[in-house]
């Protein structure tokens, strides 16, 4: 009944048993367990050819804690390649509104974060405010392949398009890191027309959550480069405990191991045709959701959960002044048990409140009526009964999206 949370909590019996298996392995000890390696490697070609790299058997990439530490690897092979290629200052990353992780990389990392505020109506980053955001010090452009906030997926194409644009008028030439964390599982099966990846020559990385929609238990992510000599040597650290070449490049050292061969148990057990009628199954139920709630009266959908626009999510916000905000909502749902979070936008649209809830694996169409009669119950009591002023932000308890530091932020964090 969690919706607020992206992670996958449906672990199959086989799944259980491998992970109980490997609990004493560790996924560095590559000397110790070859195996262990060999399903890892063979993880990243299966990806590097779902997203369309032009050696899939080539390439580099590797498992991760999840997408935070797979984001924070293609940032920094992204400021090591601009620092080869001649970039002195300050480097910069440009991107909409981003997972907290970006921000954690930018301040971690010394990079200079220029997250492009919402603009009018929009939820996304837009091609049109690149050259306003991009100069000779920007790394990478991230756009977000299923936003955080809202589940839209943002126009990679697009983006880069806009890019090579910027790079024909004499402008720098800007690659890009693509954060699909949810959308690296869903768009290849659900709308495999939609161009995202490396069929985009300027998309450099890719990370995503084998966590997330990847179907994997909780502790792995994936760091994939379009080509090998994307990521800089200065990266790479050759361990070669197997006698042969084994090249590392990771935050961790030590790390469990079972994540990696339950990712790859998943990848032979469903195969492309188990992902895509898993995945396709779970976003029949989001846009049936996405109708329930749009037919309610009060609420005007931001996302409806289409697999051309974004994640298997429904985001959604008051279309006129009630007298209760979301917040009242995601309170009463809480009380019935459902976890749903209520929160406002980023820049520069903070004082616009939204509602998204993430459907999973194992969510049925039944439990989205059960859901949808809990939010009319909800809706009737709180039109019935209206709080004398309605509920706040600070309020609610639980799940929020804040970033807010407890240091002051540097005055470069955002762009003029
Ligand atoms: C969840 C998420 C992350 C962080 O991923 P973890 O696997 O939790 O580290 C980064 N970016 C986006 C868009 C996400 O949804």
Not at 85 to 101: D, E, K, R, S
Not at 337 to 360: C, K, S
Not at 369 to 380: K, N, Q, V
Request: net charge negative; glycine share 10%.
């Amino acid at each position: 009944m969690n919706l607020a949370t992206f992670c996958t909590t449906w672990v199959d019996d086989n799944a259980r048993r491998l992970m109980a298996e490997s609990i004493d392995k560790n996924i560095v000890d590559k000397d110790e367990y070859p195996q262990t390696a060999e399903l890892e490697r063979r993880c990243v070609r299966m990806l590097a050819d779902l997203w369309h790299a032009p050696g899939p058997a080539r390439t580099l990439g590797t498992s991760t804690t999840g997408s935070s530490e797979a984001a924070m690897l293609g940032g920094l092979a992204a400021k090591f390649r601009w620092r080869a290629g001649g970039g002195t200052g300050t480097p910069n990353l440009v991107c909409g509104p981003v997972q907290v992780c970006w921000e954690k990389f930018a301040r971690y990392f010394d990079v200079e974060l220029r997250q492009v505020p919402l603009r009018g109506d929009r939820y996304t980053l837009h091609p049109d405010d690149l050259a306003t955001y991009c100069d000779d010090n920007t790394i990478a452009v991230v756009p977000t392949f299923g936003q955080t906030f809202t589940g839209l997926y943002e126009d990679v194409a697009a983006i880069s398009a806009g890019l090579d644009q910027l790079h024909a008028a004499g402008g720098p030439d800007i690659p890009i890191h693509v954060d699909a964390a949810s959308g690296g599982f869903l768009a290849p099966f659900t709308a495999p027309d939609l161009v995202w990846d490396f069929r985009l020559p300027r998309v450099k990385s890719i990370n995503a959550s084998g966590h997330k929609t990847g179907l994997a238990p909780l502790g792995v992510g994936w760091a994939i480069w379009r080509e090998a000599a994307d990521l800089p040597p200065e990266l790479i650290f050759d361990v070669d405990y197997l006698g042969g070449h084994m090249p590392t490049f990771n935050l961790n050292f030590s790390r469990p191991g079972g994540q990696a061969i339950a990712q790859y148990y998943e990848f032979i057990r469903l195969g492309r045709i188990g992902y895509t009628r898993v995945q396709s199954a779970i976003h029949l139920v989001a846009e049936h959701f996405a109708k329930g709630i749009s037919g309610l009266g009060p609420f005007e959908l931001i996302h409806g959960g289409q697999p051309k626009h974004g994640i298997a999510a429904v985001s959604w916000r008051l279309a006129a002044d009630a007298e209760y905000s979301l917040y009242d909502v995601s309170d009463h749902l809480r009380s019935r048990g459902w976890l749903i979070a209520a929160y406002p936008l980023p820049a520069d649209r903070q004082d616009e409140t939204i509602m998204r809830a993430v459907f999973r694996h194992g969510f049925t169409l039944d439990m989205v009526d059960l859901l949808l009669a809990d939010i009319r119950r909800g809706l009737d009591q709180l039109t019935r009964n209206p709080r004398r002023t309605p509920m706040t932000r600070a309020e609610v308890g639980g799940f929020t999206h804040d970033a807010t530091p407890t240091v002051p932020l540097p005055s470069h964090r955002r762009a003029p």
